[in-house]
């Protein structure tokens, strides 16, 4: 279990971790980000992908952050690269970044079990292949998926150009029903 104490003062706050598939766990936290006004992604993973930006969490951790640094500048998402620092060492930055972000997604490591409050991203595949993890799950749906499960949130497949913009910085339309049905992570 990832050693998350960090106190939640955030109006919203969410982990995330797709323990199956690499990919929704590079784009399900950048997505979620989207779906509200303004979110910051931290990324906990220490070997998690080089996402863009001028600073990691590793050099927040380091150096020791500005005031800059630990509020928003701007509406919109924002992400924070690990950088290779472990979850444990940065929870004093974590619980900082916390209290001054109004919406924050944790971003887990894929094969490290999540705290018990992780929203699990996992594919839809079609029966009886569909996996199963204990807690909150959302099911990305794919072309071969069949029905969801019926209290779980199942997304639509998303738009290339959906995916494209997330990992390029671009924060994709409001309207996009990806983003929109991401919404859901946040009212759960």
Not at 79 to 94: F, S
Not at 105 to 134: D, G, K, M, Y
């Amino acid at each position: 279990m990832l050693p998350l104490r960090f106190s939640v003062v955030a109006v919203s706050f969410v982990d995330i971790w797709s323990p199956l598939d690499a990919m929704l766990g590079v784009v399900g936290p950048l997505g979620a980000a989207a779906a509200v006004d303004t979110a910051l992604v931290i990324d906990l993973d220490p070997h998690g992908p080089h996402y863009g930006g001028p600073f990691s969490l590793a050099d927040l951790v380091g150096r020791g952050p500005t005031l800059d640094q630990l509020e928003p500048a701007r509406h919109g998402p924002a992400v924070l690269r690990n950088g290779g620092v472990l979850p444990a060492d940065a929870e004093e930055i974590v619980s900082e970044l916390v209290t001054r972000w109004p919406n924050v997604v944790l971003r887990c490591p894929q094969e490290t079990e999540a705290s018990v409050n992780a929203i699990a991203l996992l594919p839809l595949l079609p029966e009886p292949f569909t996996p199963i993890v204990e807690g909150r799950v959302v099911y990305q749906r794919n072309h071969l998926s069949g029905p969801g499960p019926g209290t779980d949130i199942v997304l639509p497949v998303p738009r290339t150009s959906t995916i494209k913009s997330l990992l390029d910085g671009v924060l994709p339309p409001r309207s996009d029903r990806w983003v929109k049905a991401l919404r859901q992570v946040w009212r759960t």
